[in-house]
């Protein structure tokens, strides 16, 4: 309604697509939904609106021979021409492990979705899920919220955010949360 022409909805499971064609239907809304999967991954996208639904397995999957060829460079490459593209991570709290501790590596699940937000810049994000902040390392993907970065009590980024906020105790936690909500 606001003119935006291309979504891409990142969820867990398949199985969710048939329910949201089933509930777009009931609300007479209509726009393509497709699948991913239903692409080659190296083919480009001939959608021109519509929403993309795609699970975060396929969203890292990569062509054996290529690094080149990925899912992401698919989906960047149909989303970059249209500036009013949304981006809706259902279940994000999959991209928790980006911000990896000293112990692990980062996930591949979310340096993708990190870096889908990066090429992305002007996209609109919406990050969904129930259990997204247990942990403050666990809000590293989320870019776009705003609580770090330049313009911030946090100009250096979310490593500076999170020391700042597991320093401060359940306290800091307690009012990041505050001002999310106000």
């Known amino acids: 309604l606001q003119g935006t022409k291309k979504a891409l909805w990142i969820s867990v499971s398949q199985d969710l697509m048939e329910d949201a064609k089933r509930d777009f239907k009931d609300i007479e809304f209509r726009i393509p939904l497709v699948r991913l999967n239903d692409y080659n991954i190296k083919d480009e996208i001939k959608l021109k609106e519509g929403v993309l639904f795609v699970t975060y397995s396929t969203l890292i999957q990569k062509k054996k021979d290529s690094s080149e060829i990925s899912r992401l460079n698919q989906i960047v490459k149909w989303m970059q021409d249209d500036p009013d ?3 809706v991570f259902d279940e994000c709290h999959r991209l928790k492990n980006f911000y990896a501790n000293g112990l692990s590596q980062p996930t591949q699940t979310g340096l993708a979705g990190v870096e889908l937000q990066r090429s992305l810049p002007d996209a609109k994000v919406f990050y969904m899920s129930a259990t997204g902040a247990t942990d403050v390392r666990n809000l590293g993907y989320m870019d776009r919220l705003g609580l770090w970065g330049a313009g911030t ?18 306290g800091a936690m307690e009012m990041v949360a505050r001002d999310m909500k106000a």
């Open 85 to 87: 593209c949304i981006i």
């Open 153 to 170: 009590s946090f100009p250096e980024g979310f490593a500076q955010f999170l020391m700042e906020v597991e320093s401060g105790g359940i």
